[in-house]
């Protein structure tokens, strides 16, 4: 059938008995980001994720408590339904495999495939883990421990009922050279394809006695015993489009587009799954993409370390938004990543709060001061709004569909951060506040806000997947109302939507900047350095410590000033620091106070400069500039300042000291 209009993704259906973690947001949250963007794009689209809720943990976690084996999984599902509304996951049905439709249909197949004699009851005496909740054959036990887990496993024997697995094993292998896509990344497809290719595939046990494990479903040809819990789990992917949808749509559905897993579930899914299909002449997934682990702190997640990350924590400390996309923007998707809360905050006061948050807050600063509120018409163009245009719709319909077709989620938010750096470019040479201050320039000036704020229209409908809130917000405050359930990423996006006279609403930021309070750093009141005034020349000439000065008193020429040695230089730290915020001193026409950033892990620094007559407050935001780092605090008509400004001048500031390359914030300066 034609599966151009609809896209069927799923997550794994996560084990019940699991505390929600970052691996589950992970996954969960790629999914939503898919399920969102095709939804754009006009298709049909249906999103599944659920739980497994059988097995051997299921039932002893229940005895344990002294309850149910059902009455425990109501108990526990509710936490990860929670925590996807908190996530603004967008999924179209949650599964539970104890739902009775469920059983059913799992009995129906299990039928099925016993009819056509690809199920055999036989004797097995194997190393089962309780844990993982499956046979190893002695070649894989090492010291009595289970491969997978490493837990201890014991030894039984036991009558059980088989799937004829290895009997599809030649042709597994063909439709994974046939079909590059089928499993990705590529590195994943090579290792399912060199187990294929040089181990013999043996059949797969699919029954668990009663006597041992009752908490499962029944099989239909046998009363003593239930289904193994994979065979079970991994039919919920064809069984909810017979039953959580309405009308029943596995025709319209199947095969699904994308299976996301864990890289430690992809045997299950690329020949466990396969093969099920197989046998049951149903088509295969298009695609099962097998994403790495998370670490944190370079450490492996574990209860007992006591580092495992809780996904509810940190949209509780960051917002669901800032956590979705430190989630897919940090690592590329398909490899192991490691969980750095300092890198989360990077992440958070760089990208999106200097970085998109910035943007929105100066537009819309601009036109509330110089529109009175109202996005202005554009006048005539010139190359920095062509350039800035070409970027923009690249970015919407060539780029964005490339990468995110591929889960390339990281390149994709990269991508988009490209645009939000030119666009706050286009501001920085623009610089409208400049152009504010003639009426000859107002045409321009028009000109220059109209296409700041169409610029983040376009940029409302690029982050929308990834970070759904935020994007709404974007368009709220612009003053519009767009419908992000509808296909507006259907067609190509032109220019120019953004309706002139429209009235923005400006609000709150869009993300507040975290603030990080290192552990036994030094303040800058620790280091001795006399008070210095806070703008000197490049050349670090010799200032008296004195209050800032003046126009009437100017700063002296390097040739006037006494020589130092290397020695006393080097007691000078100059280290470059990115401006967080800026703004006017009450009563001064030329100081400004900046909030500077000096690097992740370290508090931001209060400034005082002399710059004010040269620069508006809003152009000096997000640039990295030269600071000297170890003054002592001196107070400036009452402000301390904490360091000192690198300019040039005279008598008047004639220019910042700032580095061509892109450095981060806190390097030293030689």
Not at 218 to 229: A, H, S
Not at 347 to 363: C, E, F, H, K, Q
Not at 537 to 557: C, E, K, R
Not at 561 to 572: G, R, V, W
């Amino acid at each position: 059938m034609n599966t151009a209009n609809r896209f069927y993704i799923t997550t794994p259906i996560y084990y019940v008995n699991d505390v929600p973690h970052i691996g589950h947001a992970y996954t969960t949250v790629a999914a939503d980001v898919l399920a969102r963007y095709w939804r754009l794009r006009g298709r049909d689209v249906f999103f599944l994720t659920g739980l497994d809720e059988h097995g051997q943990k299921v039932q002893q976690a229940a005895a344990k408590a002294g309850i149910d084996p059902q009455a425990h999984c109501d108990k526990l599902a509710p936490q990860f339904q929670a925590l996807w509304k908190r996530l603004n996951i967008s999924n179209d049905a949650f599964i539970r495999t104890t739902d009775p439709a469920h059983h059913s249909i799992v009995q129906r197949y299990l039928q099925e495939l016993y009819y056509k004699q690809l199920i055999y009851k036989d004797d097995y005496t194997g190393w089962y883990c309780t844990f993982d909740e499956r046979f190893w054959t002695e070649k894989d036990v090492a010291g009595g421990l289970c491969p997978d887990c490493k837990r201890p496993v014991e030894k039984l024997s036991e009558h059980n009922y088989f799937f004829k697995m290895g009997q599809y094993q030649d042709r597994l292998i063909e439709h994974i050279k046939q079909h590059p896509n089928f499993i990705r990344p590529e590195s994943r497809r090579n290792e399912v394809l060199g187990f294929l290719t040089t181990q013999k595939l043996g059949d797969l046990s699919i029954s668990r006695p009663k006597s041992r494990l009752s908490w499962g479903i029944e099989l239909p040809f046998d009363k003593d015993y239930v289904t193994y819990v994979w065979f079970d789990a991994l039919v919920n992917y064809v069984s909810a489009l017979e039953y959580l949808v309405q009308p029943p749509a596995r025709e319209k559905f199947w095969p699904a587009n994308v299976h996301l897993v864990g890289k430690d579930i992809l045997t299950t899914h690329a020949v466990y799954w396969s093969t099920m299909l197989m046998a049951l002449n149903l088509p295969l997934p298009e695609t099962i993409f097998a994403h790495g682990w998370w670490t944190v702190d370079g450490e492996k997640m574990s209860k007992s370390r006591g580092n495992v990350v809780d996904p509810n924590k940190m949209v509780d400390e960051f917002g669901a938004d800032a956590f979705r996309y430190f989630l897919l923007r940090e690592v590329p998707f398909g490899q192991d990543g490691d969980f750095v809360l300092g890198a989360m905050i990077t992440r958070v006061n760089s990208d999106l709060a200097n970085g998109l948050g910035n943007l929105l807050s100066r537009t819309l600063t601009l036109i509330e001061r110089t529109q009175e509120g109202h996005v202005p018409a554009p006048g005539k163009i010139r190359a920095a709004e062509r350039d800035l245009i070409q970027a923009t719709l690249a970015l919407l319909n060539d780029v964005l569909p490339n990468h995110l077709e591929t889960q390339e989620f990281n390149r994709a938010l990269e991508a988009i951060w490209q645009v939000v750096q030119t666009a706050n470019q286009y501001v920085d040479k623009t610089a409208p506040w400049t152009l504010a201050k003639n009426e000859s320039d107002a045409d321009q000036l028009r000109t220059v806000l109209y296409h700041m704020a169409e610029t983040l229209r376009c940029l409302s409908l690029a982050t929308y997947s990834f970070m759904p809130a935020s994007a709404q917000t974007i368009s709220h405050q612009l003053g519009l109302s767009i419908d992000f359930n509808s296909p507006i990423l259907e067609h190509r996006v032109e220019w120019g939507s953004l309706a002139p006279g429209t009235t923005i609403h400006k609000g709150t930021s869009l993300f507040p900047r975290i603030e990080s309070k290192p552990q036994g750093a030094k303040t800058v009141s620790d280091t001795p350095t006399p008070p210095q005034p806070t703008t000197a020349t490049p050349a670090l000439t010799a200032v008296p410590p004195s209050p800032m000065p003046s126009a009437s008193s100017p700063v002296p020429q390097a040739s006037s000033a006494a020589q130092i040695t290397i020695d006393e230089f080097m007691k000078i730290q100059l280290k470059t620091a990115k401006v967080l915020t800026a703004e006017r001193v009450p009563k001064s026409g030329k100081l400004l106070k900046l909030q500077v950033s000096l690097g992740e892990g370290t508090e931001p620094r209060q400034i005082v400069a002399g710059i004010g007559k040269k620069y508006e407050p809003e152009a000096l935001i997000g640039k990295t500039i030269i600071i000297v780092a170890n003054l002592k605090p001196a107070k400036l008509m009452g402000i301390e300042s904490q360091g000192m400004v690198l300019a040039a001048g005279d008598s008047e500031v004639r220019g910042l000291a700032t580095i061509l390359e892109e450095v981060d914030p806190g390097t030293k300066v030689k």
